[in-house]
Antibody
């Protein structure tokens, strides 16, 4: 069965960076993209970017361009999302989700990683 | 900036039918299929409906979706207490070149 298991909660200071991992199992990692979506407290889901599990191509939301970097390790079937220059507004639950490249739906989701940005 | 608009809340008694809407534009719902997600408190979103009206394996047929033009709707028939959750519509947005989500509708079972 498809599973996406994310790394644990993080607490960071403003200006720092955070890197969240998402380990995939139960399917061929290189045949799908991995999307990253975040949800601030009480807010809607917000798309951040995606990576093609096969060739590593990435696409980022303009809102996060320059601050987010999504990478992958094919041997470990793991995707990573790094967000830099953190500010309090980045406090949110970050999700990875599987999808075919460039299309929806996002069919399987990780359990989410809470990132808290606080001085 | 593209937006998908959903009513913030909906409610019904057990057994009733509840519907909720999702309004978009030509760059998202108007040119791409609509998906719906159910999010129970403290959990990750779960795919409920894809390609406007298709249910993934395991989703009860009480849930149904439809789309017309730049709007879509989700219906829950035979409402049950375990349906109390937030429901999000989503569609690929051609301007964003990525997924766009609605603000969510919180369903309360009275």
């Amino acid at each position: 069965q498809v599973q996406l298991v994310q790394s644990g909660a993080e607490v960071k200071k403003p200006g720092a960076s955070v890197k969240v991992s998402c380990k995939a199992s139960g399917y061929k990692f290189t045949s799908y993209a991995m999307q990253w979506v975040r949800q601030a407290p009480g807010q809607r889901l917000e798309w951040m970017g995606w990576i093609d599990g096969g060739n590593g191509n990435t696409k980022y939301s303009q809102k996060f361009q320059g601050r987010v970097t999504i990478t992958r390790g094919t041997s470990a079937s793991t995707a990573y999302m790094e967000l830099s220059s953190l500010r309090s507004e980045d406090t949110a639950v970050y999700y990875c989700a599987r999808a075919r490249v460039g299309v929806m739906p996002l069919d399987y989701w990780g359990q989410g990683t809470l990132v808290t940005v606080s001085s | 900036q593209s937006v998908l608009t959903q009513p913030p809340s909906a409610s019904g008694t057990p057994g009733q039918r509840v519907t909720m809407s999702c309004s978009g534009s030509s760059s998202n719902i108007g040119s791409n299929t609509v998906n719906w997600y159910q999010q129970l408190p403290g959990t990750a979103p779960k795919l409920l409906i894809y390609s406007n009206n298709q249910r993934p394996s395991g989703v009860p047929d009480r849930f149904s979706g439809s789309k017309s033009g730049t709007s879509a709707s989700l219906a829950i028939s035979g409402l049950q207490s375990e349906d109390e959750a937030d429901y999000y519509c989503a569609a690929w947005d051609d301007s964003l070149n990525g997924p766009l989500f609605g603000g969510g509708t919180k369903v309360t079972v009275l």
